[in-house]
């Protein structure tokens, strides 16, 4: 069984920045893959990031691509994700997710662990 907390939503402005973290309640972190999805208000819960075990590879939607930062300490057991240049379409509840195995990163449906979330608010 593995435990996420997410920490680090908040409201900011336009143009600004927050870090999230996502701490992992688990024996062996390097034996997950991460990624941080999010749902906007009235929208479907859609993929932001995800590192790989060791965290040699990343994956961004296009959204977010140049923007944002997933990055991992397995000695911590912690993920994060750097947001810079928020927009206010980036407004939305902030997942980090694990999943042990398979290829695709971007589907929920590939990670069978979830937090239960944190609010980022960017006000325009």
């Known amino acids: 069984q593995v435990q996420l907390v997410e920490s680090g939503g908040g409201l900011v402005q336009t143009g600004g920045s927050l870090r999230l973290s996502c701490a992992a309640s688990v024996r062996t972190f390097s034996n997950y893959a991460m990624g941080w999805f999010r749902q906007a208000p009235g929208k479907e819960r859609e993929f932001a990031a995800a590192?790989?075990?060791?965290?040699?590879?990343?994956y961004y939607a296009d959204s977010v691509k140049g923007r944002f930062t997933i990055s991992r300490d397995n000695g911590k057991n912690t993920v994060y994700l750097q947001m810079n240049s928020l927009k206010p379409e980036d407004t939305a509840v902030y997942y980090c997710?694990?999943?042990?195995?398979?290829?695709?990163?971007?589907?929920?449906?590939?990670?069978?662990?979830w937090g239960q979330g944190t609010q980022v608010t960017v006000s325009s």
């Open positions: 590192i790989s075990w060791s965290g040699g590879s990343t």
């Open positions: 997710a694990a999943k042990r195995h398979g290829i695709g990163w971007s589907s929920g449906s590939e990670y069978a662990y």
